[in-house]
Nanobody, 125 residues
Framework: QVQLVESGGGLVQAGDSLRLSCTAS????????MAWFRQAPEKEREIVAT????????YYIDSVKGRFTISRDNTKNTVYLQMNSLKPEDTAVYYC??????????????????WGQGTQVTVSS
């Protein structure tokens, strides 16, 4: 089992950057594929980006390609989401998620067993 804690959210202006961090407890971080999801008010939670256990493969939704970068540092048990050129439509609660059982590109909410508490990102125009 793993516990996930996000940090790094905040209020920024359009065009600014933020870096989210998600730190996992335990000593088996490399067993978990990781992802970032987000949920805007009155909308479904959606995948933003995923990264494999080794960090060798990543996936992004089209709306963030070229602006967001997911990465992980397995020595620090941490996954990051670097968000550049932020837009008001990026406003949401961002959640870190982890899965230790499945393989491949995991983009569904149900693919992930472990979740952080979320961190608010607000982008003003």
């Amino acid at each position: 089992q793993v516990q996930l804690v996000e940090s790094g959210g905040g209020l920024v202006q359009a065009g600014d950057s933020l870096r989210l961090s998600c730190t996992a407890s335990g000593r088996t971080f490399t067993r978990y594929a990781m992802a970032w999801f987000r949920q805007a008010p009155e909308k479904e939670r959606e995948i933003v980006a995923t990264i494999t256990r080794s960090g060798g493969s990543t996936y992004y939704i089209d709306s963030v390609k070229g602006r967001f970068t997911i990465s992980r540092d397995n020595t620090k048990n941490t996954v990051y989401l670097q968000m550049n050129s932020l837009k008001p439509e990026d406003t949401a609660v961002y959640y870190c998620a982890g899965d230790g059982r499945r393989f491949g590109v995991l983009t569904r909410r149900d693919d992930y067993d472990y979740w952080g508490q979320g961190t608010q990102v607000t982008v003003s125009s």
